[in-house]
């Protein structure tokens, strides 16, 4: 873009008209200057009556000498600027001169064609190259003073722009001369709001990019005579004037007739006369802008007759009209000889089909007769089996339900034993009694096992769900199993854990004791661990073991229902092999992840993961009952024992008593209330078991006993009920729970742990 105002002769002449205002203004101020002359001499001679002549004269002569040297130096000084300031407009008219000759030279040196427009868009300048473009068209280049819109249509209608072009991401349109040369203009505003406007040649571009769009074109046409060539199918296209202006090698080979190509030949030329008539209205059809299919028998330049699928698709222009159109032919004669052979398979087959449907109506007769008697068979089946799940369903809950029943005798021998333990009876007696409560142990286990996979299968049992510290559970676990390990020779470690979990605690438990049991009845000899791991969110406790290890295809197996590994010191197993079938399916309701590793002949890891929990902010406080202080022991405990089963309490007042305990029992709250004074006598412990005749519980009868009493008595309570929603009950009462058979161990535990509150 060219800016006007820093151009030097525009500088010159702005400088011209600047002195010639001060010129003209001198002028204007000597003027005044003489009309104040004449005024003063006018006044002066007009005054001189008043004055002595000679001294008038004088005077006037005076002034009039003072104002003329006034007036003279003044005329001099603008004389002397007048002076200066022609003497600058000439160098300024010398160096304007130049410097317009130097942007003549310059514009005139530019490769591209220059024209300038002032702000009305009037021609100012050209140079040669622009005039140069006129001339080679023999005509005469545009004058200053022509306007842009005058030029254009001189330019276009003299026939100087051949073809004009507008690109998107072209900066202007793009022009074919009369000489054969293509240019882009570029326009630019100046700052007046004039026009530059620059002719670039990009011929040898242009050409460029047309030889290279020629080249692509060409490839592209070799790609696809490529590609068609191979196509078997005959493939052309056909213009306007009905003329193949393109076929592939199969087209040109099948239409070649007598050596001759078909290609820039019309239809009427390639086919003879009968078969252009019949592809005439199809030829007509596509013409009218619509694709065709059709079928026909044409015969070959020997005479073999084939079947030809054609399709015609019409190609349209820019503006929608029809140019030509594609042709397509399929050879389809092996199709239609497969087709009339399966028409006539088919009607073979229609033969067949109705002569053997009558042979199979009877032996689908036949069929259905068997097909009813199977249905028959198969109801008989389902209802089998339906009566079978029944049974098992009602033998699962029968166990379920008879659990209290089954563990009370088993929970008075149990008590029976103990108490015969506490005394002493020579070595003989001691190990019949030993091998009694061994035996009931065996018993203990294998019935509770027994019921315990009942409850879990019939849903009896259902966790309770809590925030607890892991310290409790894991010292009683360790205290009750170190004793067992101890009479097999094996060495029990335990690392305490204050964690805390949310989990129910004793289901829990119980999956740690099935590892342990497992952990002491597979180690001969060495030693057993008892921990945990911390992780993010969770604990990991484990049971680790010294013992026989398990092979790696057995690792899943021991977790099924009666699956056992003999242990490697040949002793007999008396389990059922259900304990890790219990603490996969405790595991299940938990959402607890039990795992296991064993490296055999060296031992194994037992884990159940846990997530972690939080304690309440505030615990419940339990009301303690005033003791006498007892000193060491449980001598002088003072117990109240309420179970319906006179052999259970016989068992656990004796047992009671071998610990010096002073004891009541009664089978009922009225029973104990004849045979004591429920209100004031002072007790440590109520013991009471849940189940009680007549549709009682031992919570109605503590409630009804503590109820007489001004401070309420320590409760625990005995049952071999597994309910979450009792647990819950129970626990919100703040009672003690034991489930049934008792283990006298533990007994003795919640009793010191009652005694030392």
Not at 172 to 184: H, S
Not at 367 to 396: F, G
Not at 581 to 586: E, F, N, Q, T, Y
């Amino acid at each position: 873009m060219v800016n006007l105002k820093s151009l030097p002769d525009i500088e010159a002449a702005s400088l011209s008209d600047e002195k010639d205002r001060k010129i003209a203004a001198l002028e204007v101020e000597n003027q005044r200057l003489r009309k104040v002359r004449d005024a003063l001499i006018e006044r002066v001679e007009s005054g001189a009556g008043h004055k002595p002549a000679p001294y008038a004269a004088f005077e006037h002569s005076v002034v009039l000498a003072e104002q003329v040297r006034e007036r003279t130096e003044a005329l001099n000084l603008a004389m002397e600027e007048l002076k200066a300031s022609n003497k600058a407009l000439s160098r300024a008219r010398e160096e304007a001169e130049t410097s317009r000759q130097r942007l003549s030279d310059a514009i005139e040196s530019i490769a591209d064609g220059f024209v300038l427009f002032d702000r009305e868009q009037r021609l100012i300048q050209t140079n040669s190259r622009f005039r140069s473009y006129w001339r080679h068209a023999g005509l005469a280049a545009p004058v200053p003073g022509a306007d842009i819109d005058t030029v254009k249509a001189l330019a276009l209608s003299s026939g100087l722009i051949v073809e004009e072009h507008s690109y998107e991401d072209a900066e202007g349109a793009v022009f074919l001369l009369a000489n054969g040369r293509w240019v882009q203009m570029t326009e630019r505003r100046t700052r007046e709001g004039g026009l530059v406007v620059l002719y670039s040649d990009i011929t040898e571009v242009k050409n460029s990019a047309m030889a290279r769009q020629m080249k692509a074109l060409e490839e592209s046409e070799r790609w696809i005579r490529v590609v068609t060539d191979h196509v078997p199918a005959l493939i052309a296209y056909v213009g306007a004037d009905l003329s193949v202006q393109f076929c592939n090698r199969v087209y040109e080979q099948w239409y070649g007739r007598d050596g001759i190509s078909p290609l820039g030949r019309r239809l009427a030329q390639v086919h003879s006369d009968d078969f252009y008539q019949r592809l005439l209205p199809q030829i007509l059809e596509v013409l009218d802008g619509h694709p065709v299919t059709f079928e026909f028998e044409e015969t070959g330049e020997y005479g073999e007759q084939s079947y030809m699928l054609r399709s015609y698709v019409p190609n349209r222009d820019e503006s929608g009209q029809v140019t030509g159109f594609f042709v397509l032919i399929r050879d389809i004669t092996d199709r239609r000889k497969t087709a009339m052979a399966l028409e006539q398979a088919y009607d073979d087959l229609d033969r067949r089909v109705r002569e053997r449907t009558a042979a199979l109506t009877d032996l689908n007769q036949q069929l259905r007769q068997e097909i009813a008697e199977r249905a028959t068979v198969e109801a008989r089946l389902r209802d089998a089996k339906q009566e079978a799940d029944r049974a098992n369903l009602s033998k699962t809950k029968f166990l379920a339900a008879v659990s209290h029943d089954l563990l009370q005798p088993l929970n008075a021998a149990r008590l029976f034993t103990s108490a015969l333990q506490e005394q002493s009876f020579g070595p003989r007696a001691e190990g019949l009694v030993r091998s009694v409560s061994t035996s009931l142990d065996d018993v203990e286990n294998l019935l509770g096992t027994l019921v315990d996979i009942s409850k879990l299968d019939a849903g009896v049992i259902t966790p309770d769900l809590t925030a607890f510290d892991l310290r409790d559970l894991l010292n009683n676990l360790a205290r009750e199993f170190r004793q067992m390990a101890l009479a097999e020779g094996i060495q029990l470690s335990f690392v305490p854990c204050s964690a805390v979990v949310h989990s129910d605690s004793q289901l829990l438990a119980r999956i740690l004791r099935n590892f342990l049991t497992n952990a002491i009845r597979y180690t001969d000899s060495g030693r057993i661990l008892l921990g945990c791991r911390r992780e993010p969110g969770h604990v990991v406790l484990q049971v680790w073991d010294t013992g026989s290890g398990i092979p790696q295809d057995k690792l899943t197996e021991i977790f099924q229902e009666f699956k056992r590994i003999r242990p490697r010191r040949g002793q007999a197993d008396k389990g059922l092999g259900l304990g890790l079938a219990i603490v996969d399916k405790i595991a299940g309701m938990l959402g607890h992840e039990v795992s296991v590793s064993s490296v055999e002949g060296k031992g194994s890891v037992f884990s159940v993961r846990v997530p972690l929990g939080v304690l309440p902010s505030v615990r419940p406080v339990r009301r303690a009952a005033s003791k006498p202080q007892l000193g060491e022991g449980l001598s002088g405990a003072r117990v109240w024992v309420i179970d319906n089963d006179l052999a259970i309490c016989r068992g656990m007042e004796t047992l009671l008593e071998g610990w010096q305990c002073r004891v009541v029992t009664a089978v009922s709250a009225e029973d104990l209330a004849a045979k004591t004074d429920v209100a004031g006598a002072p007790v440590d412990l109520i013991l009471a078991d849940y189940h009680l005749d007549n549709d009682e519980n031992g919570v109605d009868a503590v409630a009804c006993i503590n109820g007489q009493r001004a401070q309420p008595a320590p409760v625990l309570m005995i049952t071999a009920n597994y309910s979450n929603e009792l647990k819950q009950h129970i626990r919100e009462l703040g009672y003690l729970l034991m489930n049934k058979p008792v283990k006298p161990l533990k007994l003795r535990s919640v009793l010191h742990h009652v005694m030392q509150r």
